[in-house]
């Protein structure tokens, strides 16, 4: 119970830090009133207009601080990846000590600040009440939550919520527990954990040099010399390490060990999981079971593995290519050699309309986006350039750095940051789709079902046009969301290779 215990305040704790991770580090001096985010006067506009910040505003604003956060049972049994019962238990609320300091601060003139810790600080550019519903925009992320009575509920994740109070708010009806007693009511209809047994020593030390034989990859376990990949990767005795993959280089700066799991930090700040057993070494790259690297050192048994070789990978592959009309559009884009997005979006929630405008090539990101909500709107660019993110404000020509991505995966797969190239990302290797016809306005589309593979996940529903053109995409909220967001519905412009290069040169900016 105590070990359950400890890793499920860990990583409750990681989800809240990763939650706006946009927001960016500390600066060096708070900036002043009418540089810190974007000023009341030109973060609202309609049509290029200045609007008045709707006085209502005024009865929410302050500075609300953080006292418990929400969870849902099934959240917490799929983050520990518990193979039980989901507990028929109301959602729990929850104490975190550490996070006793953070706050959001609602300005008056429909700006803010957000401090969610001394590494995730920073300006909020805009926010908006509906009624009780509340979202508001820091960094790159965009929150949606409520506030009722003096008590502000953040929507974390589908399942995870932050609550925090205004100075003086009533919170006596809520009774948050300890992380320790959320693991025990989680538990409650599980088997109590064995007692360990004693381990045998040792035969092989974690410590060494691990080659790599195998790799599986979308479910697909390949022999590594048969797809032409070389790598070596040596664990130190002092907690550092190397790691080569074909021709390039990692410092590992750092390695711990609890049983025979292992955590690996990089130099370029990524982070690994690992398995190590009787000299081989599991590594999953992605910390999401995607890609798996295996490693063993000299003289181990790996008669366990039977990787396939590359003619057996390519007749595997082969024998289950999707014949979905989003995997042949998908497969079509190049992101190194240019893609661009133009699509609108409504949200149910708050009645908002977006209005993106997505360019990128090699490795270099641009979105432009225009957000109405009630007689609020506002513009944004999102900017991605050699591992900073920028937050730029073309109606006033200026920005700010929002964050930095050092993880050089990451950066490679940069598009990820737009929701509608994401969406098509995770839905296009899948087999398990319904085909139907749906009509908009009057015409007549083919349209492609994927449902949620978890109820944490969103179902999405991808239109098309005759012609093989993506025209609509639906997105349908999980089954465990803790709050009524509603649908968002796309409507497709352009996928296309129009990439307008002039788009990347900030240099007009003034960057905070």
């Not at 974007?38 to 973060?43: D, F, L, T």
């Not at 604003?61 to 959240?75: D, I, R």
């Not at 000590?97 to 550019?125: A, H, R």
């Not at 609020?376 to 591992?387: K, L, Q």
Request: some cysteine.
């Amino acid at each position: 119970m105590k070990k359950i215990a400890s890793i499920l305040s860990l990583l409750l704790a990681l989800a809240m830090l990763l939650a706006l991770a946009g927001c960016g580090s500390k600066p060096a001096e708070e900036p002043a009133a009418e540089s810190s985010g974007i000023a009341a006067a030109s973060a609202l506009r309609a049509k290029g207009q200045e609007k008045n910040v709707d006085p209502a505003l005024a009865a929410t604003a302050g500075e609300y601080s953080f006292f418990c956060s929400v969870f849902s049972p099934a959240y917490v049994v799929s983050m520990l990846g518990l193979d039980i019962p989901v507990p028929e238990i109301e959602d729990q609320y929850v104490s975190m000590p550490e996070m006793e300091s953070w706050t959001v601060t609602l300005k008056d003139d429909g700006t803010g600040y957000l401090f969610w810790g001394d590494e995730n600080q920073g300006p909020i550019d805009w926010w908006t009440m509906d009624g009780e519903a509340l979202q508001f925009q820091a960094g790159v992320s965009v929150v949606d939550g409520t506030i009722r009575g003096g008590i502000m509920t953040l929507m974390i994740e589908e399942g995870f919520s932050a609550c925090f109070a205004a100075p003086g708010a009533d919170t006596s009806a809520y009774a948050p527990i300890s992380v320790d007693e959320l693991a025990s009511r989680i538990l409650g209809t599980a088997p109590e954990e064995p007692a360990p047994e004693p381990e045998p020593a040792a035969a092989w030390p974690t410590e060494g040099e691990y080659s790599l034989f195998a790799e599986q990859n979308q479910g697909y376990l390949a022999d590594a010399g048969a797809i032409g990949d070389t790598s070596v990767l040596s664990l130190y005795a002092d907690g550092t390490g190397y790691m080569t993959v074909n021709e390039n280089a990692e410092d590992i700066t750092s390695w711990t060990a609890e049983g025979g799991a292992l955590k690996l930090s990089f130099s370029d700040g990524s982070t690994a999981g690992a398995v190590v057993h009787d000299g081989i070494l599991e590594v999953d790259i992605w910390e999401n079971g995607e890609l798996i690297l295996f490693y063993a050192q000299a003289g181990a048994d790996t008669s366990a593995y039977a990787p396939m070789s590359l003619e057996e990978l390519q007749a595997a592959m082969a024998a289950n290519v999707p014949d979905s009309r989003l995997y042949a559009m998908y497969t079509g884009l190049d992101p190194n050699a240019g893609i661009h997005l133009r699509y609108d979006m409504h949200s149910d929630y708050l009645d908002s309309n977006s209005f993106f405008d997505v360019h990128t090539r090699d490795g270099v990101y641009y979105s432009h986006r225009v957000t109405e909500v009630a007689d609020a709107s506002g513009a944004v660019v999102t900017f991605f350039r050699d591992g900073t993110v920028y937050n730029l404000y073309p109606d006033e020509m200026r920005g700010n750095v929002a964050t930095e991505i050092d993880s050089e995966s990451l950066q490679q797969n940069i598009l990820m940051m737009d929701g509608l190239y994401a969406a098509m990302t995770m839905a296009a290797p899948r087999t398990d789709y319904a085909v139907e016809t749906r009509e908009v306005d009057g015409a007549s589309y083919t349209v492609e079902i994927f449902p949620a593979q978890s109820e944490y996940q969103t179902a999405g529903a991808f239109y098309f046009r005759d012609d093989g053109t993506l025209a609509y995409y639906l997105e349908t909220p999980a089954e465990a969301s803790t709050l009524d967001i509603g649908e968002s519905f796309y409507t497709v412009y352009a996928i296309d290779g129009a990439v307008d290069d002039a788009l990347f040169d900030i240099s007009g900016y003034t960057i905070e």
